[in-house]
Each structure stands twice: as structure tokens, then as C-alpha cells.
Nanobody, 123 residues
Framework: QVQLVESGGGLVQAGGSLRLSCAAS????????MGWFRQAPGKERVLVAA????????YYADSVKGRFTVSRDSAKNTVYLQMNSLEPEDTAVYYC????????????????WGQGTQVTVSS
């Protein structure tokens, strides 16, 4: 099994930047695809970005494309989400998740989830 712990959330002003980290336990981290999801109050959880096991495959939602960058460091068992030019609409709880298939843009295929970290962007 994989345990995931997100960190790096906080309060920032619009236009600011934030980097989220997701630390993973287990020896099989490098074999899992990783995804970042977010959920705002009263809204559905949606995929923001995903990265494949080799880092060669990435996906970004249209709403964050060009502003967010997902990356991973296998040596540290950590996946990152660099968020730039933040907007109030980015306010949400952000979750990282692991997919045994190696890469996925489908929420239902993700097997393990972190506890989430709050990101709040003020206007």
C-alpha cells in the first residue's frame, strides 16, 4: 500500500505562487502514476494535473494549464505541484492520489489518496 501526505497549502494573494508537496511511503512509488485533485466547498472533486511513472506523461486541466506544473522526485518519493499566478478560483482543498496503472486522467482509477491540504487565494 501507499500512504500519501500533502503539505504546502496556505493563504496567498491573487497572483502569488505556492508549491504543494506530496510525500509517499512504500517502495513502489516510482511505479505509480500520480495525480493532483482539488475540491472547493459544494463542488465536485476534479483532476488538476497528473504525471506518469516516468514523468514523460503529464496532464493539466484547462483551468490551470500554463500556470501549474506537476513534477516528481523518485529519490525523495515526492510529487510536487507548483502553482503560479494563483486566482481566487483556485481556492480548494488539494489532494494527491496514486494510480497503480502508471498514469491516469480518470478519478475512479486512483487507488490511494492523501488527506488534503487547504489552498486559499484572496483577491
Amino acid at each position: 500500500q501507499v500512504q500519501l501526505v500533502e503539505s504546502g497549502g496556505g493563504l496567498v494573494q491573487a497572483g502569488g505562487s505556492l508549491r504543494l508537496s506530496c510525500a509517499a511511503s512504500g517502495r513502489a512509488f516510482s511505479m505509480y502514476g500520480m495525480g493532483w485533485f482539488r475540491q472547493a466547498p459544494g463542488k465536485e472533486r476534479v483532476l488538476v494535473a497528473a504525471i506518469g511513472r516516468s514523468s514523460s506523461n503529464t496532464y493539466y486541466a484547462d483551468s490551470v494549464k500554463g500556470r501549474f506544473t506537476v513534477s516528481r522526485d523518485s529519490a525523495k518519493n515526492t510529487v510536487y505541484l507548483q502553482m503560479n499566478s494563483l486566482e481566487p478560483e483556485d481556492t480548494a482543498v488539494y489532494y494527491c492520489a496514486a494510480d497503480r496503472g502508471g498514469f491516469s486522467v480518470t478519478m475512479s482509477t486512483y487507488d490511494y489518496w492523501g488527506q488534503g491540504t487547504q489552498v486559499t487565494v484572496s483577491s
